[in-house]
């Protein structure tokens, strides 16, 4: 099981940005995947996520309106588009995959099986 977040970097207040993650080595159209994110000296934290169907989609109320989560079931890909970008929507990004969370825990980092490596994102004038 391999998840590949990548498309993170520098960008200033207002900007946009797109994360992507890439996955191969399980059946992901069979899987939720979420996104996460942590500051320095802090917790990981929820950021949406979206289950095997895209009918249940979760967002933190921090980015809700702002960001947008999407999955290619035939790219093995899931999105995170960011808009409106905030200096406190800085951290590293963390993709993540779960085929048995249940919809209570979608938001707990420590239910997700699978986890990418980070990619980072700042957010700075």
């Known amino acids: 099981v391999q998840l590949q977040a990548y498309g993170g970097g520098l960008v200033q207040p207002g900007d946009s940005l797109k994360l992507s993650c890439a996955t191969s080595?399980?059946?992901?159209?069979?899987?939720?995947v979420a996104w996460f994110r942590q500051a320095p000296g802090k917790e990981r934290e929820f950021v949406a996520a979206?289950?095997?169907?895209?009918?249940?989609?979760l967002y933190a109320d921090s980015v809700k309106g702002r960001f947008t989560i999407s999955r290619d079931n035939a790219e093995n890909t899931v999105y995170l588009q960011m808009n409106s970008l905030k200096p406190e929507d800085s951290a590293v990004y963390y993709c993540?995959?779960?085929?048995?969370?249940?919809?209570?825990?979608?938001?707990?980092?420590?239910?997700?099986?699978?986890w990418g490596q980070g990619t980072q994102v700042t957010v700075s004038s």
């Open positions: 080595g399980f059946a992901f159209r069979r899987y939720a």
């Open positions: 979206i289950r095997q169907n895209s009918a249940t989609i």
């Open positions: 993540a995959a779960s085929s048995t969370i249940i919809l209570s825990s979608l938001r707990t980092a420590s239910m997700w099986n699978y």
